[in-house]
């Protein structure tokens, strides 16, 4: 009877540790793809709107051009009414009356000063719109080169873990069904609360695989006995074993007593 129990733990640990096995796989893969969609769809929204403020510009310079052209017809005018008015005063018949023309001439001199001084400053307007269409096209280029690269990165990465994924999420589906129902809510509710993604974890040089906490050897020897199921009593995360030691180069051992509890995944390696 004890056999079958202990065996039936120990089986349940097992079928767990798969789960999390695939679900930590399952992670990698959506981590690895994770950043470049979000990536491509904002580099699309800064195009989108490089390509909205170009276009105004565009206009703003149409719109500035025509101006410069009502002014060079308005001047055309005044020019040939001078000549008409100066033409008009050869004929004309006392003081009064060729006064009278060129207060006109004087008036339409006038007239096209202004514009010339309107042309200048449109112009000078021109010149700085050009300036900043320059400045976007350059900009809107990069962005369009970037967009291609990220685009042509994300479908590789696409293409590459498709497959794996879509094999994982079977072997997921039959993994969950080895998992007894309770014990697969309490592995769903841990995972949604690790920040790694991590429910299940074995115990690594005398730590806790999932948030770090030492774990005194006779609950190791406890948890390698697999007689009962035991769960971290800092994270709550469940121990499915201890894995077996593997002396580790000094260097990392250091560096691993100081991180700071992150992702790592138990099975994985
Ligand atoms: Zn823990």
Not at 118 to 138: G, Y
Not at 197 to 211: D, F, T, Y
Not at 217 to 243: M, N, S, W, Y
């Amino acid at each position: 009877m004890a056999t079958v129990k202990e065996s039936s733990i120990a089986d349940r640990l097992e079928a767990l540790l798969k789960l999390q096995t695939i679900d930590s796989t399952l992670d990698k893969i959506k981590q690895v793809r994770g950043d470049l969609p979000e990536e491509v769809r904002d580099l699309e929204d800064e195009i989108m709107g490089l390509e909205t403020r170009l276009a105004k510009f565009q206009q703003d310079v149409a719109d500035l051009e025509e101006q410069i052209a009502n002014y060079r017809i308005a001047k055309k005018n005044s020019d040939n009414l001078i000549i008409k008015y100066k033409e008009q005063q050869m004929n004309v018949r006392n003081n009064r009356e060729f006064d009278a023309i060129s207060k006109e001439i004087e008036l339409q001199g006038i007239e096209m000063e202004i514009a010339d001084k309107r042309i200048k400053e449109i112009d000078f307007k021109v010149l700085n719109k050009n300036d900043e269409i320059a400045s976007v096209e350059s900009n809107l280029f990069e962005r369009k080169k970037d967009l291609e690269i990220k685009q042509n990165e994300l479908q590789v990465i696409i293409a590459e873990s498709e497959e794996d994924e879509q094999k994982s999420l079977k072997d997921r589906e039959k993994a969950v069904k080895a998992v007894d129902e309770r014990l697969f809510k309490s592995y769903t509710k841990l995972r949604d609360n690790a920040r790694n993604g991590l429910a299940v974890v074995l115990v690594k040089r005398g730590a806790c695989g999932g948030c770090f906490s030492s774990v005194p050897p006779q609950r190791q020897t406890d948890i390698k006995d697999k007689k009962k199921i035991l769960v971290c009593e800092h994270c709550g995360r469940v121990f499915a074993g201890v894995e077996d030691v593997i002396p580790a180069p000094e260097k990392e051992k250091k560096s691993r007593a100081k991180a700071a509890p992150k992702a790592e995944a138990v099975v994985a390696e």
